[in-house]
């Protein structure tokens, strides 16, 4: 079992900057990549950005050199650094980590970006 705790969503303006935190617990051993996804109402939900555990990083194209994902083996912590953001960036967004089996997912944290 692995839990997730996401942390670090909110209102911000456009171009505007917001960071979120995932912090994992458990059979963390297990987990061979952590990434961010977001889903809106009535879409499926996509792949903002991961990383395994060697440090490879993936981005969706939409995000490339605005967001950055970085993590803190230490804390067991994956964070998203989401800087000039857009509102089309405005989803629910949800930690997940990646075993060889199975996959788990956090509670999901409203980002909206708005003036």
């Known amino acids: 079992q692995v839990q997730l705790v996401e942390s670090g969503g909110g209102l911000v303006q456009p171009g505007g900057s917001l960071r979120l935190s995932c912090a994992a617990s458990?059979?963390?051993?297990?987990?061979?990549?952590m990434g961010w996804y977001r889903q809106a109402p009535g879409k499926q939900r996509e792949l903002v950005a991961s990383?395994?555990?060697?440090?490879?990083?993936n981005y969706a194209d939409s995000v490339k050199g605005r967001f950055t994902i970085t993590r803190d083996t230490a804390k067991n912590t994956v964070y998203l650094q989401m800087n000039s953001q857009k509102p089309e960036d405005t989803d629910v967004y949800y930690c997940?980590?990646?075993?060889?089996?199975?996959?788990?997912w956090g509670q999901g944290t409203q980002v909206t970006v708005s003036s």
């Open positions: 997940n980590a990646a075993l060889a089996f199975r996959a788990y």
């Open positions: 458990g059979s963390i051993f297990s987990i061979y990549a």
């Open positions: 990383i395994t555990i060697g440090g490879s990083t």
